[in-house]
T-cell receptor, first 111, second 115 residues
Framework: SQQGEEDPQALSIQEGENATMNCSYK?????LQWYRQNSGRGLVHLIL?????REKHSGRLRVTLDTSKKSSSLLITASRAADTASYFC???????????FGRGTSLIVHP | DTEVTQTPKHLVMGMTNKKSLKCEQH?????MYWYKQKAKKPPELMFV???????INESVPSRFSPECPNSSLLNLHLHALQPEDSALYLC??????????????FGPGTRLTVL
């Protein structure tokens, strides 16, 4: 079953703008991860945030986690055309055994 | 080396064919995964191997048969597939199962088309 649900499903912006995508989940988690997938390729791990953390940064990426609202957001600052991809959140899922991926957000960054 | 390799990159097969997908990692990871991904959908877990033993089978039809010959290799044997099985098949590995603390490293995938 899908635990995470990303919002929006699609996002189109201009290069240089910021992109924000959200992930909501249903059950309690230990960790939440964000992945990027370029068209037809494998997934690339971006960042992991633990349930006791509220915010993490990695380069132009900023992830927040609000366990009270069961939601996370991924902010990409100063976007580039190369950021065009699908972004998925993955949560522990029921029992915390294996990752469960959300539907994903498709991001298009226009040069 | 943080690479997971998959072969072939593309595969076209008929419904009566038998073929295999291969996955390899040399990171010393003890958990390996097969996922199926349809266009514009998230990856769906098919199988998990932990220490070379099948630990999870997500109710996958028997026309898909996984095999883990050793800790570095993972195969997916295909037989009598249906056109709806056409998808991107992704392999992944992680240090261990049991926690999402471990990052999953994905291969580039095999694009499978069943005619």
């Amino acid at each position: 079953s899908q635990q995470g649900e990303e919002d929006p499903q699609a996002l189109s912006i201009q290069e240089g703008e910021n992109a924000t995508m959200n992930c909501s989940y249903k059950t309690s988690i230990n960790n939440l991860q964000w992945y990027r997938q370029n068209s037809g390729r494998g997934l690339v791990h971006l960042i992991l945030i633990r349930s006791n953390e509220r915010e993490k940064h990695s380069g132009r990426l900023r992830v927040t986690l609000d366990t009270s609202k069961k939601s996370s957001s991924l902010l990409i600052t100063a976007s580039r055309a190369a950021d065009t991809a699908s972004y998925f959140c993955a949560t522990d899922g029921d029992g915390g055994y294996i990752p469960t991926f959300g539907r994903g957000t498709s991001l298009i960054v226009h040069p | 080396d943080t690479e997971v390799t998959q072969t072939p990159k593309h595969l076209v097969m008929g419904m009566t064919n038998k073929k295999s997908l291969k996955c390899e990692q040399h990171m010393g990871h003890r958990a390996m995964y097969w996922y199926k991904q349809k266009a514009k959908k998230p990856p769906e877990l098919m199988f998990v191997y932990s220490y070379e033993k099948l630990s999870i089978n997500e109710s996958v039809p028997s026309r898909f048969s996984p095999e883990c010959p050793n800790s570095s290799l993972l195969n997916l044997h295909l037989h009598a597939l249906q056109p709806e099985d056409s998808a991107l098949y992704l392999c992944a590995s992680s240090a261990r199962t049991g926690t999402l603390t471990d990052t999953q490293y994905f291969g580039p995938g095999t694009r499978l088309t069943v005619l």
